[in-house]
């Protein structure tokens, strides 16, 4: 063989789990091969002739005895590559869905950020791609993205790079397709970037395709997985394994400057830029609307982090608005100062408005007698509020779901026109003229 673009030295190997794909596993090892010098393949239970057609071949062959999914083939792989002493494992699907030739171009970039998982993105415009799969991986990334805060390009590609002592160090339940979905969470759970790399895909005729995904199963594991997922990481978070260090860790030594180091960092999450603060509530409302404008967010996702803020900024919490905005967007991966700013519905006046409100409601609601205090003591209105609690905080509920679908559905809209208008702007105005060119 010619001298491999990925040599052994370099820490890398490449797996290549497999089940009943004769006709094109021998094409794909072979291939593979001709750009590294180490393979792995995992016969995951075949039932055809893959052992014979795979005995003469230079490669390290794993088999189970019988069919236990994809994810465990790829642990199996991943194990054994761990042993051999190498630190990253390219993964490859046997089907010659993807390209081998590309295999160091995902390396390059592994290299470049070695605790990275990179991905492999498949270009679904090509022909004989099936709608299914497309459909697939846009539901699978908009429900990875709602778990992780991560844009991946492509959550089902099988076309990957891991770093082997962090893959090797989560524990997943998933053993078929849904384990590479499952793995990228824990994951970037744990803290490893995901990086994406664009990549060709040769999707056969139908007649010709060979495909072991169960459209009922596994999109059952599917659906399963990220309601799992959003389940344990939104409503109720719990810790995660965390597999890279932090530049800024939270344990400083001790408690009181570890909580000192976790309110720095609150802080330093909820700064909100000055123009934003500045002024009345109509400027800053503008100079908020001008912001979003100008921000990488849809304008569905700068709706809801406005609409939770303001959900936020009419609860009975009055002093730790801030700190709910921003835990709350923090942990659903929304836009922390749309949402932080956004509490800002109650200000001045505007929250003993909103309170006094909410009291009446909730009392309404609860048939109580509504007994208004007529005095300005803060004793008397403290008192007042304390007994009043349960009222306060369900007519806050109610009129918060209100203003937060209001400013959520206002904010959604008025984004949308915004921005439309600034592309029909810079439509209209054309590119920028180029310099002249001076003639002799």
Same mark, same amino acid.
């Given at each position: 063989?010619?001298?491999?673009?990925?040599?052994?030295?370099?820490?890398?190997?490449?797996?290549?789990?497999?089940?009943?794909?004769?006709?094109?596993?021998?094409?794909?090892?072979?291939?593979?091969?001709?750009?590294?010098?180490?393979?792995?393949?995992?016969?995951?239970?075949?039932?055809?002739?893959?052992?014979?057609?795979?005995?003469?071949?230079?490669?390290?062959?794993?088999?189970?005895?019988?069919?236990?999914?994809?994810?465990?083939?790829?642990?199996?792989?991943?194990?054994?590559?761990?042993?051999?002493?190498?630190?990253?494992?390219?993964?490859?699907?046997?089907?010659?869905?993807?390209?081998?030739?590309?295999?160091?171009?995902?390396?390059?970039?592994?290299?470049?950020?070695?605790?990275?998982?990179?991905?492999?993105?498949?270009?679904?415009?090509?022909?004989?791609?099936?709608?299914? $799969?497309?459909?697939?991986?846009?539901?699978?990334?908009?429900?990875?993205?709602?778990?992780?805060?991560?844009?991946?390009?492509?959550?089902?590609?099988?076309?990957?790079?891991?770093?082997?002592?962090?893959?090797?160090?989560?524990?997943?339940?998933?053993?078929?397709?849904?384990?590479?979905?499952?793995?990228?969470?824990?994951?970037?759970?744990?803290?490893?970037?995901?990086?994406?790399?664009?990549?060709?895909?040769?999707?056969?005729?139908?007649?010709?395709?060979?495909?072991?995904? /169960?459209?009922?199963?596994? /999109?059952?594991?599917?659906?399963?997985?990220?309601?799992?997922?959003?389940?344990?990481?939104?409503?109720?978070?719990?810790?995660?394994?965390?597999?890279?260090?932090?530049?800024?860790?939270?344990?400083?030594?001790?408690?009181?400057?570890?909580?000192?180091?976790?309110?720095?960092?609150?802080?330093?999450?909820?700064?909100?830029?000055?123009?934003?603060?500045?002024?009345?509530?109509?400027? +800053?409302?503008?100079?908020?609307?001008?912001?979003?404008?100008?921000?990488? /967010?849809?304008?569905?996702?700068?709706?809801?982090?406005?609409?939770?803020?303001? %959900?936020?900024?009419? $609860?009975?919490?009055?002093?730790?608005?801030?700190?709910?905005?921003?835990?709350?967007?923090? +942990?659903?991966?929304?836009?922390?100062?749309?949402?932080?700013?956004?509490?800002?519905?109650?200000?001045?006046?505007?929250?003993?408005?909103?309170? %006094?409100?909410?009291?009446?409601?909730?009392?309404?609601?609860?048939?109580?007698?509504?007994?208004?205090?007529?005095?300005? /003591?803060?004793?008397?209105?403290?008192?007042?509020?304390?007994?009043?609690?349960?009222?306060?905080?369900?007519?806050?509920?109610?009129?918060?779901?209100?203003?937060?679908?209001?400013?959520?559905?206002?904010?959604?809209?008025?984004?949308?026109?915004? +921005?439309?208008?600034?592309?029909?702007?810079?439509?209209?105005?054309?590119?920028?003229?180029?310099?002249?060119?001076?003639?002799?």
């Amino acid at each position: 063989m010619d001298s491999p673009a990925v040599p052994a030295a370099g820490g890398y190997c490449v797996v290549i789990p497999t089940y009943n794909n004769r006709k094109t596993v021998l094409d794909v090892v072979r291939k593979v091969r001709a750009v590294a010098e180490c393979v792995i393949v995992v016969d995951d239970g075949c039932t055809d002739d893959t052992p014979e057609l795979l005995k003469s071949e230079p490669v390290i062959y794993l088999r189970h005895k019988r069919n236990r999914g994809k994810g465990v083939a790829l642990r199996t792989g991943f194990k054994k590559a761990l042993e051999l002493g190498y630190h990253h494992a390219v993964t490859i699907d046997s089907d010659g869905q993807h390209f081998p030739d590309e295999i160091p171009k995902l390396v390059e970039q592994s290299r470049a950020s070695p605790d990275a998982v990179v991905i492999g993105v498949r270009d679904m415009s090509g022909e004989h791609v099936p709608g299914r $799969s497309s459909f697939g991986r846009m539901f699978s990334n908009y429900w990875l993205k709602v778990a992780t805060g991560i844009d991946v390009g492509d959550t089902q590609s099988g076309f990957r790079v891991y770093p082997l002592r962090h893959v090797t160090r989560v524990w997943c339940w998933s053993r078929r397709f849904t384990y590479e979905c499952e793995v990228i969470i824990r994951l970037a759970w744990g803290g490893c970037p995901i990086l994406n790399v664009p990549v060709k895909v040769y999707y056969p005729p139908k007649a010709e395709r060979v495909s072991h995904f /169960n459209p009922f199963w596994d /999109n059952v594991r599917f659906t399963v997985l990220y309601l799992y997922a959003n389940f344990s990481h939104l409503l109720v978070p719990l810790p995660h394994k965390r597999l890279v260090r932090r530049e800024e860790p939270i344990w400083q030594g001790s408690v009181g400057a570890s909580l000192k180091a976790l309110w720095h960092r609150a802080r330093k999450l909820a700064a909100i830029p000055e123009h934003l603060s500045e002024g009345g509530p109509i400027k +800053r409302f503008r100079a908020l609307m001008r912001y979003l404008v100008h921000e990488k /967010n849809t304008p569905g996702e700068l709706g809801l982090s406005v609409g939770i803020g303001a %959900f936020w900024g009419c $609860s009975p919490w009055i002093g730790f608005h801030w700190i709910l905005a921003l835990y709350s967007a923090t +942990r659903q991966h929304l836009n922390r100062i749309a949402c932080i700013a956004a509490t800002n519905v109650s200000f001045g006046p505007l929250t003993a408005v909103i309170a %006094f409100a909410s009291i009446w409601l909730g009392k309404l609601m609860l048939g109580q007698p509504l007994l208004m205090p007529r005095t300005t /003591n803060w004793r008397v209105l403290s008192s007042f509020a304390w007994n009043s609690l349960g009222a306060w905080v369900l007519g806050s509920i109610i009129i918060g779901l209100a203003a937060s679908f209001a400013t959520g559905l206002g904010t959604l809209y008025g984004v949308r026109a915004l +921005r439309r208008r600034k592309m029909k702007a810079g439509a209209e105005s054309g590119p920028a003229p180029g310099p002249q060119s001076s003639t002799a």
